[in-house]
Structures are given as C-alpha cells and as structure tokens.
C-alpha cells in the first residue's frame, strides 16, 4: 500500500512541475514600444557573459567597450576616433602656432 502512495506522490510532483512548466512558458501580451524599451535598456545575461569572455580572449575588446559606452552617453568625438596625434597642417595646430 505505501508504494502506491509514494508513486502517488511521485507522480503528483512530476505532474506539477511540468503544469508550472506550462504556465510559465504561456505567451503574454507586449506592446511594440515596451519591447523596443526593454530591448534597449540592458543586454541579456547571455551576451554579457560573451562580452566577459570575449574580453578576456582579446584585450582589444575591452576599449572598444568602453569606446562604445562613451559613443552612448555622448563623450566621444572625432578627433579620439583617429587614435593619433593631429595631422600635419591641421587648423588646431596651426591655430597653436599662430599664439606662440
């Protein structure tokens, strides 16, 4: 008789648990702009986690993080996109020479 129960019991759990599978898996109604919000406030644990790892792959990947960070609150400009000083017969350094 109490291996019936337990049977019972073991089925009652499996049979729960793949009901709460069901119901939590249902579709649930999102307007277009709630998604673009969500979409666009963070990234998915997923490729979070590529980018740790990508990091640690290429050092490189890194400033091109922090690069993309800045392009996203406004802090970057042209002039840090060429990655060298300024070229030869720029107005900036001829301005410069022109004040000394």
Known sequence: MSD?????LIGFIVVSAVAF???LSRPYEVTTEEF???AAEAPSL?????V???KILDPATAKAV???QDVREGRFDAKQAKGDGPEAGDEEEEGSRQEQ
Do not use: P
Request: aromatic content about 14%; charged content about 15%.
């Open 66 to 68: 922090i690069a993309q």
């Open 36 to 38: 673009e919000k969500r």
């Open 4 to 8: 019936w129960i337990g049977l019972a």
């Open 46 to 50: 997923l490729s979070a986690g590529f």
């Open 52 to 54: 740790g790892l990508q």
């Open 21 to 23: 599978l069901i119901w």
